[in-house]
Structure formats: structure tokens, C-alpha cells
């Protein structure tokens, strides 16, 4: 977003990434003791929301991603897919222009992946930029362009012509 982030100090990193980049696990990293909606507004927090704006928000964005029955629910009460879905929201909730996802489908089973996917070309098309980590072939060809890196150097970068569904995320494999 045209700031030149290489002489910043940690503290105005810190506040681009908690404004401008939103972070998916592989394994989730929700907390346990604590609800899908606490969950969601725990960024809100750092970024100096008031409760009931945080709640509001952190609400309305569970709703976005299908949760709005679940906020209540405790990681523990949720299946795999919805405790991703959690995570997903607890990263747009500042509404960031980058998301970045660690393997959001590797602790999933297909079908739930595949949905996992629709949720992000959704969020593309709203105007998201988005960048996976996968090794699963038929989870990258979800991409615009695949960067393939082998020991820490790229392999291959190349424009994916026929993504399916049409996404433009880039993904490195």
C-alpha cells in the first residue's frame, strides 16, 4: 500500500501487520477458552476497539464466513472446517488488503477444503489479495500464479491460465 516498510521499528511493523495483514494457521491458533466471537475480536483489541464495536464488528464478520449460529460456541464445540472458518474471520476482522494462509486446508478433510477455497475466491472477489502456502496440487490450481520453492529458492513461477474458479491468489508450494 506504497509504505516502505524496511526502515520501520518493530512497533510500526507490529501495527501494519495487526492493520494491513490478516494470518490464517494451518492449525487454527484459536484459543481455547475462549469464544468464536472473542476469538474473532482478540485482534480488535490491539487495534484500540471499544467492547461493543469489537463485538459488533467481530460478529458481523462470523456472519460473513457462515459462523453467525456458532458465535458463542467454544473451539472445542466446532468441527474442523468451522474452527478454520473462526481463524479466517479472526484475519479479516480488520479488514486487511493481504491475507496470508499457512496451509488453511491441511488439517482438513476434502470436501471441507474445497469449501474452504469457494470462502477465499469469495473474498478475492471482493477486492482481498491473497497468499497460500500449500503443498496440495489440487488446492494451488485455486491460483492465479503458483511459485514453486525447493530448499528456500524458487523452482518455478509461472501464470496459472485456467484456475479453478477463476481466483487470482498467488500460491507457494
Known sequence: NGKDVSDMSENELAEIRNKEIGFVFQTFNLLPRATCLDNVALPLIYAGFNKSDREEKAFHTLESVGLGDRVLHKP?????????????????????????????????????????????????????????????????????????????????????????????????E
Open 76 to 172: 472445542n464445540e466446532l468441527s474442523g472446517g468451522q474452527r478454520q472458518r473462526v481463524a479466517i474471520a479472526r484475519a479479516l476482522v480488520n479488514n486487511p488488503s493481504i491475507i496470508l494462509a499457512d496451509e488453511p486446508t491441511g488439517n482438513l478433510d476434502s470436501k471441507t477444503s474445497y469449501s474452504i477455497m469457494e470462502l477465499f475466491h469469495e473474498l478475492h472477489q471482493k477486492g482481498n489479495t491473497i497468499i497460500m502456502v500449500t503443498h496440495e496440487d489440487d488446492i494451488a490450481h485455486y491460483a492465479h500464479r503458483i511459485v514453486r520453492l525447493r530448499d528456500g529458492l524458487v523452482e518455478t513461477d509461472s501464470l496459472n491460465t485456467n484456475p479453478t474458479r477463476g481466483q487470482s491468489m498467488l500460491v507457494a
